[in-house]
């Protein structure tokens, strides 16, 4: 079987298209590590770290600390977060490597759940813009998210995205080969 010249180019263009496709979406979701180098800590001004950062849908917030000394408690909203009340947490974490996706737009607030430490600047508001990420058709993802499935996940691929990437070198094709 022989491949002609048109026919291999447009083998070559759509192989191309669907790496391009998937790099793209791969290099649009961002992973922030919270508090940059210095992690998730006391000492860290995470004022600063947050403001120097963008938020988009899709990225994830990385939480690193020593397991037991700190923790992550998401708290309910803006008076729990200036009170430092995290009595009111919807969610907590606690493995020291914590991972958080920022699935929609909205602020979240964080705080660490080790007495004190709130009250001493260990806490994180974050607002998330809708950005470029495309919007993720529903995802069915519950806030029991657990972090060992994390790394099962894989890049979502939205049905109208990835038959845009097709339509392009059929098109081309039509055109080249008839
Ligand atoms: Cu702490």
Redesign the pocket.
Known sequence: MKMEGAQRAVLVLLVACCVSLVITRQASAAKHVVGGSQG???STDLNSWTSAQTFKVGDQLVFK?SQG???VVELAGEAAYKNCNTGTSVNSLNTGNDVVKLDKPGTRYFA???LG?CGQG?KLKVTTVAGNAPSTPASSSSSSSSPASASAASPEFPGSAFLVSLMVPVTLCAFSVF
């Open positions: 998730w800590d006391v600390y000394l700190h923790s660490c759940g080790t430490h260990m």
